[in-house]
C-alpha cells in the first residue's frame, strides 16, 4: 500500500442514525486528495468502544495508516482515546501542558473545569498532542509499529482548523511525487444527457483523465481527474483537457472550479458600472440571498423587493388587473415586476422571478415548475420560461440559478439564446 | 447478529474524494432507524470492482445484511451488479420485463437506447429486481446462503423513492419487536454549555434513554433515543423523557420533532388573524427564503424589502441622514426599517435585519458578527441587538433564526426576555 493511502473513520452513533450529515467526510476528502493523498475507505461506526476498536484494526491492517474524527469531547461516550490507545499499546499519561491550555481556556470563557476534564489532558504515550485552540480536546498523532493513527475531534470548525494547521503540514512531507488534482467545468441550462451527447467520444481523448458528470441544481459540473501523475503533467493534462470540453459546451459554461455564477455576474456588473436590483415571488428572497453570500456584494447589489403575496407586487407596479388577466405566473406579470424594480431602485439591470414552486398551485397549463423569469437591462424588458422538476426547494434553487443564468447571457456571457438545444 | 442489525456500503469515488457529501447515508439512516433496523457500519469506497468486492464481502462475513448504493448505472464505472452476483455466486441472466421497462422509460423522453443499456436489464439469477420508476437502472434485492445484499441506485431520489416503495416494505416485515425510536426538542436563543448546566444532572434519571446535544445554526436540538425498547415503552419513555427536557428549557423551546420555526411563526400569524413582512440587510432576502420555504406561505407572508445597499434602505424610509448619524448596523435603523416596511406593507408584524456578516466591515465597537433586529407589532416598534460567531454563511443563517425566535416571543411564543441568562 503506497504510503499516500489512507482510511478515514468517522466515529458517532448520530451518523449511522442520519441524524448528522457527515460533512466532515467530504472536508477531509478534498483537502487531503489536495495534498497528494488518496483516501481508500471510509468508515462509519457508533461511539462504543468495540465498535471503534473493530474499525481501527480492521484499517490499519489494510492501511496502515487512519484518520479518525469524532469521541475525543469530554463527554461519557467519549472514548476512542482510551480504545486507540490501547490498540497501539500506548499507554496514556498526563500531560501538564495540554491540561493548562484547557485550563487557560475555560478562564478565558469564565467557566471551571470538572474533574472529566482532566481526561482530556491525557495523551498517549509518545504521540503528539495537536493544539487545539478552537475547543478544548486536543487532536492526536500517533504512530506506533501497526501504523499512524491521526485522532481529530468530531466539531467541523475543530476538525477543519486542526486538520489545515496540524495535519496538513505533517502530511505534506510525507507524501510523495505523484498527486490527485482535478478541474472543473462549471454549465447550467443545458440536460446531463444532452451535455453526454455532445462531449460523446470525446470522453476516450481524454484518457487518462477521468470524466465526471456531476449534476445538481446549478447545474451540471464536468469534473477531469488526474490520478498519481506527476504534477506538471497533470496540471498540462487538466489544461489541455478542459480546453477541449469549453469548445462543446461554450454556450453553457460560466466558470471553473468553484466559480460562483453570482460572483461572476458581479464581476460582469462591476465591469460595465452597471447595478442590480431583483424582484422576487416564488423564490421569496433567495436569489437576492444568493447574491449576497458574496462578501463586497454592496457596490453594485442594490436589493428588491420580496413580492410574494400579489399585494406586494402592487409596491412595484404590478396591478391588480394586470394579475387578474395573466395570472401571477405570467410573461406579463414577470415584465411588470422587472420594470417595476428597475423605476423603483433605479438599476439599470434588474431580474424578476415568479412562479409555482408547489408541491400545490400547479395545473395542465402551467404544472408545478413553471418559473417566468423577467429581464430589464438599460431599460430594454424581455421575459422567459422554464419549466423545473423535482422537488419544492429543487424548483426554487434552479429557478435561482436559471435568473442568473438569465443575467448572465444578456451581460454577454454567451449567447443570448443557445441555438442547439 | 440480530436480523435488524445490517451494513450500509455507499459507491463512487466521487464520495471519497469529497466532491459529493453523503446524504443518501443520512436518509438511509434515519429511515432505517424508524423501521426498527440498526445500522451497525458504514462504509464508502471507489467504484473499483476489487474495492467494492472487498466491502461487501467483509461486510456479510460482520453482518449478513448490506444495503449499497450506487454503481447501477449504464456508464463504465458501474460494475457493482457484476461485482456482488459474482460474490454471491448468483449468475447473471437477462430479464425481459425489466428491458421492456427501460424501452418505455426511453420511449417516454423520445430517445432511443444504446447496446450498453442491456447490460441494466441483467438481474443475478434468483434475484427481485426492484421497479424504478424514477430512472432506468432498477434496484436488485438479493438472497443467498452468504446474507441478503439490496442495491440502490445512488442518484438520491430514485434511491430514496426506491426505499420508501420497495425495500422499507419487505424490511418492516423482517424487523422483530424492538425499535430505536428517537423525540427532538428543539431550542434556539441559548448556547449549549448553557442548556447543559440547566440540564445537568437529569440526564441520568433520563436512563435508559440517551441524550445528545446537536447544536447548528438554527440553535440547539436536544435528541433522546431509546434503544431496543418495546414500542409502546420506547414511545411511554419519550414522551416522559421530552416533558422534563422541556421543563428545564421552556423559555427556548420552539418545538420538537423536524419542526421549522418558520412554520411554527406561520401558524401564529394564523391564529392572530396577521400579517408579516421582512426588511432584510445583511441577510439579503435568506430570512423571506427560509419563511417562503414552508409550502402555503403566502395567506400571512406578504413579502417585503431586500434593503442591502443603503440607497435602497430609502425605499423604507430609511433617510441617508439617520444613518449617518448612527450607522446603518445600529437600533436606530433597525428600527425604522421595521417601521418603513410596516408603513409600506400594511403588516401588522415585521421585523428587520441589519448587521455585520464579514468577514469585513467590522471594528472595536461593532465586530462582525453584531446584529440589529427591529420589530414592529401593531404599530409597536423595538430593537434587539445579538452578536453572532461563526462564518459568514452561519452568521447570516443565525440572523434569520435570531429573527424568527424574536417573532415566536413577541407573538407570545414564550416571555419576550428570558430571565435568566
Not at 481527474?225 to 493534462?237: E, H, I, N, S
Amino acid at each position: 500500500m503506497p504510503s499516500t493511502h489512507l482510511e478515514l473513520i468517522t466515529i458517532g452513533t448520530e451518523l449511522l442514525l442520519g441524524f448528522t450529515v457527515d460533512t466532515n467526510s467530504a472536508f477531509l476528502g478534498q483537502v487531503l486528495s489536495n495534498a497528494g493523498m488518496r483516501i481508500v475507505r471510509r468508515t462509519s461506526v457508533s461511539d462504543t468502544p468495540a465498535d471503534i476498536r473493530a474499525a481501527v484494526d480492521e484499517a490499519l491492517t489494510r492501511t496502515s495508516f487512519v484518520i479518525t474524527t469524532g469521541g475525543l469531547g469530554p463527554t461519557r461516550d467519549d472514548m476512542s482515546k482510551q480504545v486507540v490507545a490501547e490498540l497501539l499499546g500506548l499507554p496514556l499519561q498526563f500531560d501538564d501542558v495540554v491540561w493548562q491550555a484547557v485550563l487557560a481556556r475555560y478562564r478565558r470563557f469564565n467557566r471551571v473545569p470538572t474533574e472529566s476534564n482532566r481526561s482530556q489532558a491525557m495523551v498517549p504515550v509518545g504521540g503528539i498532542a495537536l493544539p487545539n485552540q478552537w475547543g478544548t480536546a486536543p487532536g492526536l498523532w500517533l504512530e506506533s509499529p501497526r501504523g499512524v493513527v491521526v485522532m481529530l475531534p468530531g466539531v467541523p470548525l475543530e476538525m477543519r482548523m486542526l486538520t489545515e494547521h496540524e495535519v496538513l503540514p505533517r502530511l505534506r512531507a510525507r507524501a510523495g511525487a505523484s498527486v490527485i488534482r482535478s478541474a472543473t467545468l462549471r454549465t447550467s441550462g443545458i440536460p446531463e444527457s444532452t451535455l453526454a451527447e455532445r462531449i460523446g467520444e470525446l470522453e476516450d481523448a481524454l484518457a487518462p483523465l477521468s470524466l465526471a458528470y456531476l449534476p445538481g441544481t446549478s447545474g451540471v459540473d464536468l469534473r477531469l481527474t488526474a490520478w498519481d501523475l506527476a504534477p506538471d503533467d497533470a496540471d498540462r493534462a487538466l489544461r489541455d483537457g478542459i480546453a477541449r470540453l469549453r469548445e462543446r459546451a461554450a454556450d453553457w459554461t460560466y466558470g471553473e472550479g468553484d466559480t460562483d455564477l453570482a460572483e461572476v455576474i458581479l464581476s460582469q456588473l462591476r465591469q460595465s458600472g452597471r447595478q442590480l436590483a431583483v424582484a422576487e415571488s416564488c423564490t421569496g428572497g433567495l436569489l437576492g440571498g444568493r447574491i449576497t453570500s458574496i462578501p463586497g456584494a454592496s457596490d453594485v447589489f442594490i436589493g428588491g423587493m420580496i413580492a410574494y403575496a400579489n399585494r406586494a407586487k402592487e409596491a412595484i407596479d404590478v396591478s391588480p388587473e394586470l394579475i387578474l388577466a395573466h395570472g401571477a405566473v405570467s410573461s406579463e406579470v414577470a415584465a411588470a415586476m422587472a420594470a417595476g424594480v428597475a423605476e423603483g431602485s433605479g438599476a439599470a439591470v434588474t431580474v424578476s422571478i415568479t412562479g409555482i414552486a408547489g408541491p400545490g398551485g400547479g395545473s395542465a397549463e402551467k404544472p408545478v415548475g413553471t418559473v417566468w423569469f423577467g429581464y430589464s437591462v438599460d431599460g430594454a424588458v424581455d421575459t422567459q420560461k422554464s419549466v423545473f422538476g423535482g422537488t419544492r426547494p429543487e424548483i426554487r434553487e434552479r429557478a435561482v440559478q436559471g435568473a442568473l443564468m438569465g443575467v448572465w447571457r444578456r451581460l454577454g456571457g454567451a449567447s443570448r439564446e443557445p441555438s442547439t438545444l
